[in-house]
């Protein structure tokens, strides 16, 4: 999650045992917060036509088990906890026209 630019969609407490064997569901207590379209859930992507957008994804390694936030925190609020307990992170960033 990129500060200060738009924040379309964030997961937190998802990476339950066995993640990324494609046998794996989301954890219960897995949140999914709202977005800047005002509720929860990936929008797409959705660039004016004609134009190209960048799309980054970024994963952080945090020092705590759980950031404290419920479904309805703003992804600044999420991105402030996160960048708070970040101990690494790393993004790979996707092209979209």
Known sequence: MAL????P????????????SGQAELPE???????DFGKAGYGGAAPPKGETHRYIFTVHALDVEKIEVDAEASGAM?????????????SITALFS
């Open 78 to 90: 999420v991105g402030f906890n996160v960048h708070f307990h970040s101990l690494a992170s790393a």
């Open 9 to 20: 969609a964030g997961r937190y407490r998802v990476l339950p045992q066995g993640a990324g």
């Open 4 to 7: 200060g630019g738009r924040k």
């Open 29 to 35: 207590e897995a949140v999914q917060t709202r977005t």
